[in-house]
């Protein structure tokens, strides 16, 4: 009974085991059944280096339906910020989304070039469902670092096989430095090492290799030893001579020289060119090294195999020399020593008659490895005349003037000079409309046979005339009346038809579209024939017509906010492309001073409905830099110029780059000269809240000495200036408004020099002895606006320059009262080209609203003179001048401003020669302290000069001499000249 009851226990346990599974497969069932209800969840995982078409294959499978879209979320290993996200996607809740609005998100995020893969997960009912994007990203390479090297360290970066923004490779960043490394060899520095640092960003999956050089001594080539294995039949002592001329002509110049790879390849070239003019046609070099990293020596062995010899000895040649003979049958390089020597006769022969030598004669002889050719010249032919038969539409002495005066002067035949002559002709003839014109029959026709005189003879068929008729651009109709249209439209003949004109037309229209912005303009030409009679239809075609701007996609990923740099952007998406809005952007970027590099380009690929995606490519620069100067510079004080007048100049900069990740910059300069002293730290965003102003705040303390008066070469008084300013300023397109709003403290001192008389040179300088050596505070405010039409900032061509400026000084001080005032300036540019000549103009006004002048600080007067403004007269020494007298009873002069100002300059500038242009000006100037009413009574100051211009890429390089209409002191010199960089405006 006992047994029975185990076994039913035992069966009733088996049976409940499988109620259970039962149980729990109905479960599992019935959870299918509610996911099937609810929505599965299901998922895809898109590698982003496949193909488009698979890409589309792998979304349509996997979403063969749209539907609504509920909820949009994503993770990511690499940083990227929701709103970059949300932007490159554009998915939004509630959106009926389909697989080619997945595609498209899809390859938004491709185009970052960070991600490797996506996997995404949908989650939800029928109808709407829930996204989550799971983005997996490549390790890229952030930025190079090369330290070690102060000068030269870019020859080093491009052997770097990796760019910024690259998928970072280990085995390339080996190749890389092994590269680095035999670059250094190359040069010599065989001890050079390169120690490498990888640093990991784990947040943007970046990396950073730093790379310090150590390049070590160079090495120097001690020893040099010659191995030459001579072929079986050439004797010891040839071999002997042989290596001795070798060693005293190459290698005896190699010791104690510096190690070089590219010396050495010159030396082993030569060795071989050497060899070959002595006969030695088949020549192998192989040069061993042996490196002594101890002692830095490089022991050098030059094994030279000499296979064959065939010496050539030339005979009776006056005109020709040896070598030049031997270049003339060395055309056929090695094989020569295979070729009959009647082939090499031949050529011989050839370089003789193309020289005139039309009688020479030429024998040869071979004896063993040497082949001698004996050479008797004859007379050379000289051209006497030329004749030229079949021209009936151009003249006969105008042709030959112009193609064949350089062959009738040397007066020698050249065949060299024959062929320019006939090259000169083709030329003239097709651009007097002669298409098809050739050259039929050349002739040589004796004229003295005793001192050998020929005429050239020559038969041309010339040829239909093409006429250009009419030119049209259906366009712009009224660009046929500009440019080299112009002159053909005004007179309505037809002219005879150049291809050049294609040519010129083409390029002006391409630098007309190009100043109206239009950097993409398509430029084509259809060139109708009737006949002989031509006519030119310009066709201007718009890659991006009705193309719109798409989304900006930048690449990499960064910590910096995707915000700040999208509100820098000159264009909205769906705007009309302009290049000169993507130029702007990039300027503006710069203008942030806070990436290393900045790149923006229109993508390959365009999306739906024409939109042009832009891609930008942004490195951020190093949080913090340090910059020093040092240098010697020469003070517009006195000429001629002495050793008195150089002055040294020593300053640094201090810059901290984005410290409250705003697009804000700080930085601290200071500079020292032996007249001035600054100090400036300065603190500035591009933006204040959501609004585009820049924002600046300053403190500064400078002290300034007022440079030599006349005959001295020490300043006069010393101005300090300490204060501090907020500037707001906004720039739109063209036009640049600030204002700046702040406390200065100004004092000025007269120099120790002049100080026990300083009352003598407060009245000179017309300035109230009562404010010398007071710090008198003020209360300024200066708005300023710039309008700048120019197409060229550094040497403009045409354009226009507008600048006016208000400054107003009010004193916080009691004692001060007497001195406040209000300054303005207005100034006008305006250039005009002519090419080539550009005609520029500028007017200057300035006025000081304020009674009394002499409580106006010389710092903020008017002054005339220097190289800027007039340019007849030294730097601010333009009348009115005061006279003081020293302790010794001398007389000085000093400048005393004005507090009003009229300056006219007038320039026409020209090219002269590539880079180097020419300048006429006239300068004109009125300065006055007593206000407008006097400016008639100090009368006109004027310098008329000419200078000259070297274009620089950091502006043009200048000298300026000017002379003046009239001399007002006897002391004072007639003329007055510069040296300095950028225009004069």
């Known amino acids: 009974m006992i047994r029975l009851g185990l076994m039913i226990k035992k069966k009733l346990k088996s049976i409940v085991l499988v109620i259970s599974i039962i149980e729990l497969w109905i479960c599992f069932s019935c959870l299918s059944k509610v996911q099937e209800q609810l929505g599965m969840v299901a998922e895809v995982t898109i590698p982003l280096s496949i193909e488009i078409d698979r890409c589309r294959e792998l979304l349509q499978e996997f979403m063969p339906e749209p539907f609504f879209l509920e909820k949009l979320t994503f993770e990511s290993d690499v940083y990227i910020q929701p709103t970059e996200f949300s932007y490159l996607v554009d998915l939004k809740q509630g959106d009926l989304i389909d697989s080619a609005a997945l595609e498209k998100a899809i390859v938004y995020i491709q185009k970052k070039n960070k991600f490797e893969s996506i996997k995404i997960v949908v ?13 997996t990203g490549l390790w890229t390479l952030n930025k190079l670092k090369i330290k070690g090297i102060l000068v030269g360290s870019d020859t080093y970066r491009r052997y770097y096989l990796l760019e910024p923004g690259d998928p970072f490779n280990e085995q390339r960043h080996r190749d890389s430095i092994a590269k680095i490394i035999d670059a250094f060899r ?251 014109v050739k050259v039929l029959q050349k002739k040589f026709e004796s004229i003295d046979s005793n001192k050998y005189y020929y005429r050239i003879v020559l038969t041309i068929d010339e040829g239909q005339c093409r006429y250009l008729t009419n030119i049209s651009i259906p366009q712009f109709p009224e660009l046929v009346q500009k440019g080299p249209f112009k002159q053909f439209m005004r007179n309505k003949q037809k002219i005879p038809f150049d291809m050049s004109m294609l040519h010129a037309q083409k390029r002006w229209l391409e630098n007309y579209f190009k100043s109206k912005g239009f950097f993409d303009a398509l430029i ?53 492309w302009d ?136 300043g006069l008084y010393e101005v300090s200036q300490h204060g501090m300013l907020f500037s707001l300023g906004r720039t739109y397109k063209w036009v640049d408004g600030n204002i700046s709003v702040g406390f200065e403290w100004m004092e000025l001192d007269i120099q120790d020099e002049f100080k026990a008389i300083s009352g003598r040179v407060a009245k000179a300088i017309d300035f109230a002895p009562c404010l010398l050596n007071k710090n008198m505070p003020f209360l300024f405010i200066e708005p300023t606006l710039l309008i700048d039409g120019l197409d060229n900032k550094l040497n403009p061509i045409r354009g226009s320059l507008t600048l006016l400026s208000c400054k107003g000084m009010i004193p916080l001080n009691e004692r001060a009262d007497q001195a406040a005032f209000f300054k303005l300036l207005a100034e006008q540019s305006l250039f005009i080209p002519f090419m080539p000549l550009v005609l520029a103009f500028r007017v200057r006004f300035g006025y000081i609203f304020y009674q009394i002048f002499n409580n106006i600080n010389p710092i903020e007067r ?93 502006g043009p390089l200048r000298f300026d001499i000017g002379w003046k209409w009239s001399v007002c002191k006897p002391f004072d010199r007639s003329y007055a000249w510069f040296l300095t960089f950028g225009n004069t405006f």
């Open 579 to 714: 290049r000169q809005k993507l130029n702007r952007t990039v300027s503006r970027l710069k203008e942030l001073e806070i990436f290393e590099t900045i790149h923006a380009y229109p993508d390959r690929e365009r999306q739906e409905n024409n939109r042009q995606p832009v891609i930008l490519k942004l490195h951020m620069d190093d949080p913090f830099e340090v910059r020093l100067r040092a240098g010697l510079g020469i003070e517009q004080i006195s000429k001629p110029v002495t050793l008195a007048g150089i002055t040294y100049k020593v300053g640094g900069t201090f810059i901290i780059k984005n410290p409250f990740d705003c697009c804000d910059l700080f930085c601290l300069n200071a500079d020292i000269t032996r007249s001035n002293r600054s100090i400036v730290a300065q603190y500035k965003r591009p933006w204040i809240f959501d609004i585009p102003l820049r924002t600046v705040i300053q403190g500064y303390s400078t002290k300034y000495q007022q440079p030599g008066f006349f005959f001295c070469k020490k």
């Open 862 to 954: 008017f002054y005339l003179g220097g190289a800027n403004s007039l340019r007849s007269y030294e730097t601010d020494v333009a009348p009115p001048l005061g006279c003081f007298c020293d302790m010794k009873d001398k007389s000085w002069w000093a400048p005393m401003g004005g507090k009003t100002m009229i300056n006219g300059n007038i320039e026409i500038r020209f090219p002269i020669y590539g880079d180097i242009g020419a300048v006429i000006f006239q300068d004109l100037g009125l300065l006055s302290h007593s206000g407008i009413r006097g400016i008639g009574k100090k009368g006109l100051l004027a310098g008329t000069g000419f200078g000259i211009r070297y274009n620089t890429p950091i």
């Open 524 to 576: 084509t030409y259809d060139l109708n024939n009737e006949g002989n009679d031509l006519s030119i239809v310009w066709y201007i075609k718009y890659p991006y017509d009705d193309i719109k701007f798409g989304k900006t996609i930048i690449l990499g990923s960064s910590t910096f906010p995707f915000d700040y740099v999208m509100r820098e952007l000159q264009y909205q998406e769906d705007q009309a």
């Open 123 to 135: 989650s939800g009912g029928d109808k709407n469902k829930s996204f989550h994007f799971m983005l």
């Open 186 to 436: 190359q040069e010599g520095y065989f001890n050079a090492q390169v120690e490498d640092n990888l640093s990991y960003e784990k947040q943007t999956k970046s990396v950073t290799s730093t790379l310090l050089l150590s390049k070590g001594n160079r090495f120097v080539i001690d020893t040099v030893h010659l191995q030459l294995q001579g072929f079986p039949s050439m004797k010891e002592e040839e071999c002997d001579f042989v290596r001795m001329k070798l060693n005293m002509r190459f290698l005896s110049n190699l010791s104690r020289r510096n190690y070089s790879r590219a010396m050495l390849n010159h030396e082993t070239a030569a060795i071989k060119s050497y060899l070959s003019h002595h006969g030695f046609l088949q020549v192998n070099i192989v040069l061993e090294e042996q490196v002594d990293h101890k002692n830095e020596f490089v022991h050098l062995t030059f094994i030279v195999t000499l296979h064959h010899k065939r010496e050539f000895v030339f005979f009776g040649n006056h005109f020709f020399s040896n070598n030049r003979l031997l270049d003339s049958i060395m055309v056929f390089e090695r094989s020569v020593w295979l070729l009959p020597l009647s082939i090499l006769t031949e050529e011989i022969i050839k370089a003789y008659h193309d020289k005139g030598f039309w009688d020479v004669h030429v024998e040869q002889r071979e004896e063993d490895d040497r082949a001698f050719f004996v050479i008797n010249e004859g007379p050379r032919a000289q051209i006497k005349e030329v004749v030229l038969e079949g021209v009936e539409h151009i003249s006969k002495q105008r042709l030959i003037h112009h193609c064949f005066r350089s062959l009738l002067r040397v007066s020698y035949f050249d065949e060299d000079l024959l062929k320019q002559s006939l090259g000169k002709l083709t030329t003239f003839y097709l651009k007097e409309g002669f298409w098809d």
